[in-house]
């Protein structure tokens, strides 16, 4: 019997929308990713006190959201998997694996996360890293179906190493559409996709999905820059975001967390969010 994921679905959605604040990083094994991360208490207790809809953790960190009495924290989006693409020179073998294979989600639930999120890697010339990706999501799907937990698919269609080195999105609407394509035929609850570089192909990305899609931010931008892209972007579809870097490796991350909140849940445009962080 399948189990409803609408419970938790509803403790990630507020009219509609999420902000998924992703301090995840550290299973990158990516020294550049780790600025702003390095001191977790202080970091997720700022969160804490921003309010966005959701902090996205691995399970060796997640206590430090969990353990906190308040009773309006943001919910927990649990990644349950890790992988060797992120660096700027390419391994000699290239893998994705979850870091629980026997039971993939058993953490998230002792957790209570209201969500888990698995990587879709689409690289260059890597079809064994992209074979691993679907057999982690054939796995924590079989799982998600049994306890009624949502299942966030990240499909990455990235550049080769040599374009630019280290995780680079590749923006073509074509490739983001089949792969979003794919990850709703293996059952996506929520959908975190790469932004097309035309926002306004956006739309196709959702018209693929069929469920919620959020935007994933990737590397960190000039802030007014962000504003206006994800305004852009939630024009064409998007239901919020899943933003990290662009959020944590800011000097004022709740200021940034407010201006995207009043964007998802209030309407903003890109220039009045630009007002909003401005307040501070």
């Not at 080195?165 to 073509?172: E, T």
């Not at 394509?181 to 306004?200: C, F, Q, S, V, W």
Request: proline content about 6%; some cysteine.
């Amino acid at each position: 019997m399948k189990i409803s994921p609408k419970a938790r679905m509803n403790r990630l959605f507020t009219n509609g929308g999420c902000l998924d604040v992703a301090i995840d990083h550290g299973v990158c094994n990516e020294p550049s990713f780790m600025v702003g991360l390095e001191d977790m208490p202080r970091v997720v207790d700022s969160l804490i006190r921003a309010k966005p809809d959701a902090i996205q953790m691995a399970y060796g960190q997640a206590d430090l959201l969990q353990s906190r009495p308040e009773k309006d924290k943001p919910a927990l989006v649990m990644r349950l998997d890790m992988g060797n693409p992120y660096n700027a020179t390419r391994h000699r073998t290239m893998w994705s694996m979850l870091q629980n294979a026997d039971e993939p989600i058993i953490g998230a639930l002792e957790m209570d996360a209201a969500c888990v999120v698995v990587n879709l890697f689409m690289l260059p010339d890597e079809p064994e890293m992209f074979r691993q990706c679907v057999e982690n999501i054939s796995r924590v799907r079989a799982d998600c179906h049994r306890y009624g937990m949502p299942l966030m698919i990240e499909p990455l269609v990235m550049l080769s190493n040599e374009i630019r080195g280290g995780y680079q999105v590749d923006g073509d609407a074509d490739k983001i559409v089949t792969l979003v394509r794919l990850a709703a035929e293996m059952g996506a609850d929520i959908i975190k996709a790469d932004p097309t570089a035309n926002p306004e192909d956006f739309h196709r990305v959702v018209e693929a999905a069929r469920v919620p899609v959020l935007v994933r931010g990737g590397g960190k931008e000039d802030l007014k820059t962000v504003l206006m892209k994800s305004a852009a972007l939630m024009a064409h579809g998007a239901k919020g975001m899943v933003y990290g870097r662009n959020i944590y490796q800011h000097a004022n991350p709740g200021a940034v967390v407010r201006a995207l909140m009043s964007m998802i849940h209030d309407g903003a445009d890109g220039e009045a969010a630009w007002q909003v962080y401005n307040r501070g």
